[in-house]
């Protein structure tokens, strides 16, 4: 089963940037959907961005839909999350998922494996 950890979490001002890695270990990466999800204090899990393993067939929630770019790197076994014009409803704790099967789903459940997370903080 694949390991995963994130990193690049921080504290921004609404409007700025920030950019998320996670880093894959233990499997062949470059057969896994990899998705990043997000959870707020005191709310369920939220699906932001997933990508096939081409490299370029993505899908994004509504929320983060032309402000954040998920990509990836094969050859490095790395999956980013550019996070662009942040909102303060943006703050959550980010985290990375792999799945073998998971092209199209959007459930954390529907992944194999995902990493601990990252804090993302954006204030007003």
């Known amino acids: 089963q694949v390991q995963l950890r994130e990193s690049g979490g921080g504290l921004v001002q609404a409007g700025g940037s920030l950019r998320l890695s996670c880093a894959a270990s233990?499997?062949?990466?470059?057969?896994?959907?990899m998705a990043w999800f997000r959870q707020a204090p005191g709310k369920d899990h939220e699906f932001v961005a997933a990508i096939g393993w081409n490299t370029v067939s993505a899908y994004y929630a509504d929320s983060v839909k032309g402000r954040f770019t998920i990509s990836r790197s094969n050859a490095n076994n790395t999956v980013y999350l550019q996070m662009d014009s942040l909102k303060t409803e943006d703050t959550a704790v980010y985290y990375c998922?792999?799945?073998?099967?998971?092209?199209?789903?959007?459930?954390?459940?529907?992944?194999?494996?995902r990493g601990q997370g990252t804090q993302v903080t954006v204030s007003s």
């Open positions: 998922a792999a799945g073998q099967f998971s092209y199209g789903r959007t459930r954390p459940s529907e992944f194999d494996s």
């Open positions: 233990g499997g062949t990466f470059s057969t896994y959907t």
